[in-house]
């Protein structure tokens, strides 16, 4: 089993760096989301990775242009699938957003097309039966900034084929990722698993008014050795997704805590556009946030 077609459902900003990433390797990739102005933010996130392709992976213009060539746009997802040996979901972190989501697309999909989902959160058996295809579905998780953290979380849920699960494994390896088989269902997998405790409880220092965000970060950077703080790493995971998942656990679980701490990141940040580094401003103020300043760990 075998991918040249790869169609990626959602252009936010995990989802556009697995779209270069993938067309950087040499897959034609489809890019799928609502609208026109969304998929008009899909390319300016995709043209200033070029820079970091450069940047950070000494990739020449004709290497990153290349991989832009390899891209095609679409608001329709008939279009969007109508090639594709396996379609990765990106969309936001809301249940009923996604189990919308694969309802339609496992009409529009070809049968041979494989399916997975990169929820952070979520297990694949919560959308195995809507998808029409258990069988041919899965969870392939990256982290951010996926050109260079570079690991392919898979995790298989029950019914998952075990071809498409070593399919999966391989398409990892292809595109440049290290693959980290995951054998049990288990929500957060392994890195979210770590992470988003430790997200959590930053901000919870900050809803409780404990300390600020630059504080929080100085402190975890300056006693362990860490290149970034809590806070920095959100603002590449990006505000907005740390708001729909406080949002949704506070919806399902009826928690207090994660429902007072989205609606201060919706009031505080995500209503005032200050999404993290892909609008230019979160916790901090990009290109030259405070943290990277060489004083940031002494003042």
Do not use: C
Request: aromatic share 12%; charged share 25%; no cysteine.
């Amino acid at each position: 089993m075998s991918f040249k077609n790869i169609t990626v459902a959602g252009s936010g900003v995990l989802g556009s760096q697995i779209v270069y990433q993938t067309a950087f390797k040499g897959f034609s990739v489809s890019v799928y989301d609502l609208n026109d102005e969304a998929l008009e933010k899909a390319k300016e996130r995709v043209t200033k990775l070029k820079e970091r392709y450069k940047e950070n992976l000494d990739a020449s213009d004709q290497e990153v242009n290349d991989a832009f060539a390899r891209m095609s746009f679409y608001s329709d997802l008939n279009k969007a699938v109508e090639s594709a040996d396996l379609v990765i979901e990106a969309v936001p972190e809301v249940v009923d957003i996604k189990t919308d989501f694969y309802k339609k697309l496992g009409e529009a999909a070809p049968e041979k097309t494989i399916f997975a989902t990169n929820s952070s959160t979520f297990l694949p058996s919560q959308f195995a039966d809507a998808t029409g295809r258990p069988s041919k579905f899965i969870a392939l998780h990256f982290a951010n900034e996926i050109w260079k953290s570079n690991t392919a979380e898979v995790m298989r849920h029950e019914g998952t084929e075990e071809s498409v699960f070593n399919a999966l494994l391989e398409f990892s390896k292809q595109i440049g990722m290290v693959p980290l088989p995951i054998y049990k269902e288990q929500p957060g997998y392994i890195l979210n698993s770590l992470l988003v405790p430790f997200l959590e409880a930053a901000q919870a220092l900050l809803v409780k008014e404990v300390s600020d965000p630059e504080t929080i970060d100085k402190t975890w950077m300056i006693a362990t050795g860490a290149p970034r703080g809590p806070f920095a790493i959100l603002d590449v995971v990006g505000v907005r997704t740390a708001y729909n998942i406080s949002y949704g656990k506070g919806e399902a679980t009826g928690d207090e805590k994660y429902k007072q701490l989205a609606a201060y990141l919706k009031e505080n940040y995500v209503d005032k556009g200050k999404l993290g580094r892909e609008s230019g401003e979160g916790f901090y103020k990009y290109p030259n946030p405070a943290f990277l300043q060489d004083d940031f760990l002494k003042s």
